[in-house]
């Protein structure tokens, strides 16, 4: 007999049966929790997991089999080219036999015309050789013949050669015989050159030593002419290059004066004068003197150099204008950077 409590217990379990089925039917979340539970869960996943895959490889061989029927399609179209082109290939070389068979023909015809004419060709050069042939040997006979000429006509010039150098040897005997004499006739006249020469250089030496005498009192002379006059002369020659420049080239020279405190230019306090020329805007420095020597270079270049300290001007040009220069002066000037002018 069933109790009320087991019949509850059966309808309990029937309800539950319905439940669990239903969920693992419509949750899938639920059926792989059971799953998991007997085991199988990893077995599902892994099904599902392999079932994506199968379904990416079938569309790709699906992708795959038109492909593959496409590359047939194309390459019976290709077979269909390639036989045309076979036919047309068999046909032109069928064409290029015939005409190669032809040329051959041709050839071989050719060919055998040349071997005819070959074959006259060395008849002829056999004939032209003998005659060559002979005529070298008539060419040989001559040149035998012209040798043995020579031959003695070189014989008989060699024996001239003999005799006319025979003369010679006679002939240069006597010119050494002559020119002996020659040498010893120019020792004996140089020996009087140099005699001669020999009172000469004593002559020229008494000579040089009267004209320096001469030359020193000329110079004793000038030197006392120039002591009175030369102050005035080189004035009267500075004012007439003023002019000069003022009047032919604009050019206007005025004198300028310093006081040198310091005594630098004549080594004691004075005064310092010094021809200013300004030319374009550039000013020029003009010394003026009948004779200028080394000490008058120098002088200039420390009248030049106060100049720049008391006019607060650097000069652009340096100018000596003389009818005469000592040759160290030029070479000092040069040294300065000082123009000297002497054609004046």
């Known amino acids: 007999m069933w109790d009320v409590s087991s019949i509850c217990s059966l309808e309990t379990s029937a309800r539950l049966k319905k439940s669990l089925i239903r969920l693992l039917k419509e949750d899938e979340e639920f059926r792989y929790t059971v799953a998991g539970l007997i085991g199988l869960g990893e077995v599902l996943k892994r099904f599902d ?57 041709r050839h071989d015809e050719e060919i055998s015309r040349l071997r005819e004419d070959m074959v006259k060709g060395f008849a002829r050069h056999d004939e032209l050789l003998a005659k060559h042939s002979e005529e070298i040997a008539r060419l040989r006979e001559d040149m035998v013949a012209g040798f043995k000429r020579h031959d003695e006509e070189i ?48 002559e020229l030496v008494r000579l040089r030593g009267d004209m320096a005498r001469g030359f020193d009192a000329v110079n004793r ?15 009267a020659f500075r004012e007439g290059l003023r002019g000069v420049l003022e009047r032919d080239f604009g050019v206007r020279v005025e004198r300028w004066r310093g006081f040198d405190e310091e005594g630098s230019v004549y080594g004691h306090p004075s005064d310092v004068e010094v021809d200013v020329a300004v030319s374009d805007g550039k000013v020029l420095l003009i010394e003026v003197a009948s004779h200028v020597r080394r000490s008058d270079i120098s002088l200039f270049r420390r009248k030049a150099a106060f100049y720049e300290r008391r006019g607060g001007r650097v000069p652009d040009r340096l100018v000596v204008v003389t009818p005469y220069a000592d040759e160290d002066a030029f070479e ?3 040294s300065l950077g000082i123009e000297v002018h002497t054609e004046v």
Not at 75 to 84: C, L, N, T, V, Y
Not at 173 to 179: P, T, Y
Request: aromatic share 6%.
């Open 49 to 105: 997991k392999y079932d994506g895959v199968f379904s990416k490889l079938l569309k790709r061989m699906d992708k795959h089999y038109a492909e593959i029927a496409r590359l047939r399609e194309d390459m019976i179209k290709g077979f269909a080219r390639h036989d045309e082109l076979l036919a047309k290939h068999s046909e032109e070389i069928t064409r290029l036999r015939e005409d190669m068979i032809a040329g051959f023909k």
């Open 332 to 334: 000092l000037a040069s």
């Open 155 to 202: 014989s008989r010039l060699r024996e001239d050669m003999v005799k006319g150098f025979a003369r010679h040897d006679e002939l240069l005997a006597k010119h050494s015989e002559e020119i002996t004499r020659l040498r010893e006739d120019m020792v004996k006249g140089f020996a009087r050159h140099d005699e001669l020469l020999a009172k000469h250089s004593e």
């Open 221 to 235: 002379h000038i030197s006392a002419l120039g002591a009175r006059w030369g102050l005035m002369a080189e004035e």
